[in-house]
């Protein structure tokens, strides 16, 4: 099982990128999700997650540029972050909450491998 990250990488700023990522293998059922990201030398944050509800949260700096959303039939998550600004360049990664059983006390931790988005004039 594991997630799989597209839709990063160049951009120019005032522009938009559109990340996927989708879940690849088998679980019994994944609950909140989101993106978060890392730039060099700080912990990783949250920029938007979204429950299986539907009820997201966004960081501050994306508010309003950001729109997350999924498909819950497909285990896909997508961050769509408009008015791109050179501070949104760093590495960005794909989190899911999964269960991998039916009788799996608690949700595990999965992440993407890490998709770089780049804005640069």
């Known amino acids: 099982v594991r997630l799989v990250e597209s839709g990063g990488g160049l951009a120019l700023p005032g522009g938009t990128l559109r990340l996927s990522c989708s879940l690849s293998?088998?679980?019994?059922?994944?609950?909140?999700v989101g993106w978060y990201r890392q730039y060099p030398g700080k912990e990783r944050e949250s920029v938007a997650t979204i429950t299986r509800a539907g009820s997201k949260v966004y960081v501050d700096s994306v508010k309003g540029r950001a729109t997350i959303s999924r498909d819950n039939a497909k285990n896909t998550v997508y961050l769509q972050l408009d008015r791109l600004m050179a501070e949104d360049t760093t590495v960005y990664y794909c989190?899911?909450?999964?269960?991998?059983?039916?009788?799996?006390?608690?949700?595990?931790?999965?992440w993407g491998q890490g998709t770089v988005v780049n804005v640069f004039s």
């Open positions: 293998g088998n679980v019994f059922k994944v609950g909140r």
């Open positions: 989190y899911q909450g999964i269960k991998y059983y039916k009788d799996s006390y608690d949700y595990d931790d999965l």
